[in-house]
């Protein structure tokens, strides 16, 4: 998420207490929207809008990377942990120490040395982790890909002892009454087996996506095409096998639908506060300081997301590729989990979550520049992280559990497939080549016969004159 915020709703302290903040200086300069061929938003002036942040004299101490510090403290520890501390002889303890050392200090220098990403709140050293985190992240995929499955599973033992054993058996299916009148203790015990954790957990996610996509239309199809999705593959995993009412009305409707539209109430919200921030240190209260302090985690400012698919080919089919990699990445974290032996209450399963979200926040906000300023050559490195991560997650599925992955869908599910694919390379083949294509041809014919008209008018005066001498 692009992350803003406005300081006390644009106010500052002076010595008389909050005052309107009406000083231009001072305000966040907002992201214009231009009616440029091309673009729809001034990127120039996000730019400078970094430029003028980073210039900041009250930011920039907490902006630095401190490099000298960090050497120092990083060699300090160096030298306690290999010198003051007793060696152990424990292959396996010195073997963890030891790769948990390297991790750290590729995370430490790229923390120091890589690039600024897009956001700036609650840190740029926060979001240089994640990038740096989803290197380290994307190594530990791609040498979990050359191994067996067997060892695979083993290996995440040493993370957790409880790890590497096959999930238990567990009935997903069930009866589908909402009203069981032979249950007459409670007779709609069927919906409230449904009422777990789960639940939240989509709600909260959805709210979270909308936040990252900041378009209605998007989260609607990649919820919808989500539902359609577990339809397609309960014959492969048994927990998409759901009541009817469990994918429409509890999952599409209430905890997704709720979700996408409190997500865009909250981007509505964001896009038309103002956006003042203060130095805490001219913040005279305790209780102004402490507001200060949380409103860090908020955004600095927001950016609308206007992706415009239908304005262009090139628009057209990075959405189109952007939501195919999002039910990707959705579809991976249920096949990861029914691969690598991993239960879904699992600790790992809701970090990958969280990560996932945090790497998605930024890599949209890199491929929503990359679709939109014409000056933006390169695919960001958060997207081009994400993506590998994604396409080698789904690898491992694969490679893993082959015969899971290719037994064959039923014959309707090919049908409608057919159909959604068909449709959509037939709109986009008609509204990208051919309606232009036919429109362009009426418009030349109009225009040759407007120039035949202005021709042939000289003629028809002088016949005119003719007959009238």
């Not at 002036?45 to 930011?59: E, G, I, L, M, Q």
């Not at 067997?150 to 290996?155: I, L, T």
């Not at 609308?304 to 952007?322: A, G, I, M």
């Not at 979200?357 to 014409?374: K, P």
């Amino acid at each position: 998420m692009e992350q803003l915020s406005d300081m006390a709703n644009g106010q500052t302290y002076t010595s008389n207490g909050y005052q309107d903040n009406n000083n231009e200086s001072d305000r966040v300069p907002e992201l214009r929207r231009i009616s440029s061929a091309s673009n729809f938003y001034d990127w120039e002036a996000v730019k400078n809008r970094y430029k003028k942040f980073h210039s900041d004299p009250n930011v920039n101490y907490f902006w630095r990377a401190h490099t000298i510090t960090c050497l120092v403290l990083f060699c300090a520890t160096l030298l306690y942990l290999s010198v003051f501390e007793t060696s152990s002889f424990d292959t396996e303890y010195n073997t963890k120490r030891g790769l948990l050392a390297v991790i750290l200090f590729f995370l430490l220098y790229g923390v120091i040395y890589t690039p600024d990403g897009p956001f700036l709140r609650p840190h740029p050293a926060f979001w240089r982790f994640i990038l740096c985190l989803s290197v380290v992240y994307e190594l530990g995929l791609i040498f979990l890909l050359f191994q067996n499955a067997s060892d695979a599973r083993h290996m995440l033992s040493y993370l957790d002892p409880e790890l590497g054993k096959p999930l238990p058996e567990k009935d997903y299916g069930g009866s589908c009454l909402i009203y069981d009148p032979a249950n007459t203790t409670d007779p709609f015990h069927n919906v409230w087996d449904k009422m777990d954790g789960f639940v939240t957990m989509h709600f909260i996610g959805w709210w979270l996506k909308a936040l990252i996509l900041r378009n209605y239309w998007m989260c609607n199809a990649i919820s919808l095409l989500f539902e359609v999705l577990e339809y397609s593959l309960e014959h492969q995993l048994p927990n998409f096998s759901e009541c009817w009412w469990d994918h429409w009305i509890m999952d599409f409707l209430l905890c997704n639908g709720l979700g996408i539209i409190i997500g865009m109430k909250t981007c509505n919200y964001l896009s038309l506060k103002p956006y003042y921030w203060t130095p805490m240190w001219n913040i005279p209260s305790y209780s102004g300081k402490l507001k200060r302090m949380v409103l860090q985690f908020t955004p600095y400012r927001w950016t609308e997301f206007d992706w415009s698919p239908t304005k262009s080919l090139k628009r057209w089919l990075l959405v189109l590729l952007l939501i195919a990699m999002f039910l990707l990445a959705e579809l991976n974290t249920f096949y990861l989990k029914w691969v690598l032996w991993l239960p879904p209450p699992h600790p790992l399963c809701m970090a990958r979550l969280v990560f996932i979200l945090c790497m998605g926040a930024t890599a949209i906000r890199e491929i929503f520049q990359y679709t939109d300023d014409s000056s933006c050559k390169k695919f960001g490195r958060q997207a081009w992280l994400l993506t590998a991560i994604i396409v080698t997650e789904a690898l491992i599925c694969v490679k893993f559990d082959w015969p899971t992955v290719s037994k064959p869908p039923p014959t309707r599910i090919i049908v409608i497939w057919s159909v959604i694919i068909s449709l959509t390379i037939g709109w986009t083949l008609w509204h990208f080549c051919l309606k232009q294509l036919i429109f362009a041809g009426q418009a030349e014919l109009k225009d040759q016969q407007a120039a035949d008209a202005v021709a042939a008018a000289p003629k028809s005066r002088t016949n005119r004159r003719r007959k009238d001498d």
